[in-house]
């Protein structure tokens, strides 16, 4: 089992940054493909990105792809979300999980989550 934690939530306006972090403790980091997803008031939990357990295999949603990366270090069990020109339809509360399955976009494909963290933008 695993445990997650994110972090690096908050506050911006249009067209700033924010990186969000994902700490993982428990059993074997490396055996987790891990992935971000978000959840906005009233809507369907959203896939972000995913990355393999080796980080060499990437995927971002289209809604995402030129402004988001994700990574990770396996060394120190974290992975990130890189969110860069931020919009305001970017508000939700991000979710970071984890799957033994090469991992998808699909949530029920993950066992394991975090709480989140809240990740506002105001225009």
Do not use: H
Not at 62 to 84: C, E, H, K, P
Not at 109 to 118: A, H, L, M, P, V
Request: hydrophobic share 35%.
């Amino acid at each position: 089992q695993v445990q997650l934690v994110e972090s690096g939530g908050g506050l911006v306006r249009t067209g700033e940054s924010l990186r969000l972090a994902c700490a993982a403790s428990g059993r074997a980091f490396s055996n987790y493909a891990m992935g971000w997803f978000r959840q906005a008031p009233g809507k369907e939990r959203e896939f972000v990105a995913t990355i393999s357990w080796s980080g060499g295999i990437t995927y971002v949603a289209d809604s995402v792809r030129g402004r988001f990366t994700i990574s990770r270090n396996n060394a120190d069990n974290t992975v990130y979300l890189q969110m860069n020109n931020l919009k305001p339809e970017d508000t939700a509360v991000y979710l970071c999980a984890a799957t033994t399955s090469p991992g998808g976009t699909m949530a029920q494909e993950y066992s394991y989550w975090g709480q989140g963290t809240q990740v506002t933008v105001s225009s």
